[in-house]
């Protein structure tokens, strides 16, 4: 084992902090890229769902105002022609048919408005989330990262109950009588936008109740705090 004395462990500490720095802000990176990808595609799609409806709808009125022309058109025809009644009511009951044809889609057409613009209120909030997410890690790699030494480590699991990316936070200078032992929680963000506390090492009996805080809360930083406050007096004991 290394000894503390060694006059290249500062610069080795130093550049390996570095490169951990260094990971986290390329994982941050990719994040809003990913996500600003996604935002762009959706806007490509919803203008493109939009033009296509406005279009339907132009269509639509087109057809119409020809519909009622030709109804104009049929009626002074029934004075002229009486014996051609049967001919003109079977053209009227189509015309009924393409009028409730039209309700139709423009009903449908309402419907995929709505949809489409519930769909883009949840991205929009979805991303918000993921902003003040993001600045609650940025916050939280500040204060235990480079003051405490926290390491944060991204994981992918593809298990059922934890498939997604997750985040590890390992804990040292834990235990005095041995700094260097790993103290680690696990968490990631469920499927409705909410951390998810996946597991520690050691076990920690208290962690539903540090999770259900963190759910009031939304603060990581303080249940980072809370969480080495925990493993601290487990070595106590």
Do not use: W
Request: charged share 30%.
């Amino acid at each position: 084992m290394m000894s503390i004395t060694d006059p290249n462990m500062s610069d080795r500490f130093t550049s390996a902090m570095e490169e951990i720095h260094n990971k986290q802000l390329k994982t941050y990176a990719d994040i809003i890229d990913t996500t600003a990808d996604l935002a762009q595609s959706h806007k490509h799609f919803v203008n493109s769902a939009l033009d296509t409806c406005l279009k339907k709808c132009k269509d639509d009125d087109i057809l119409f105002e020809t519909i009622q022309t030709f109804k104009k058109d049929l009626e002074q025809k029934n004075v002229v022609l009486k014996e051609k009644r049967h001919a003109i009511s079977e053209v009227m009951s189509e015309i009924q048919e393409k009028e409730m044809q039209k309700e139709d889609i423009i009903q449908k057409i309402e419907k995929l408005k709505e949809e489409q613009k519930k769909r883009k209120e949840l991205i929009e909030s979805q991303n918000k989330a993921n902003k003040d997410r993001l600045k609650n890690l940025q916050k939280a790699r500040l204060i235990f990262q480079d003051h405490l030494g926290l390491e944060i480590r991204t994981i992918f699991s593809k298990t059922q109950l934890v498939k997604g990316e997750k985040l590890q936070f390992v804990f040292r200078n834990i235990n005095p009588s041995d700094p260097d032992s790993a103290y680690v929680i696990t968490m990631g963000i469920n499927e409705s936008g909410s951390y998810q506390i996946v597991s520690s090492d050691p076990v920690l009996e208290c962690l539903p109740v540090l999770e259900s805080r963190l759910l009031e809360t939304n603060n990581l930083s303080a249940f980072l705090a809370n969480v080495r406050k925990e493993f601290i007096s487990q070595t106590r004991r």
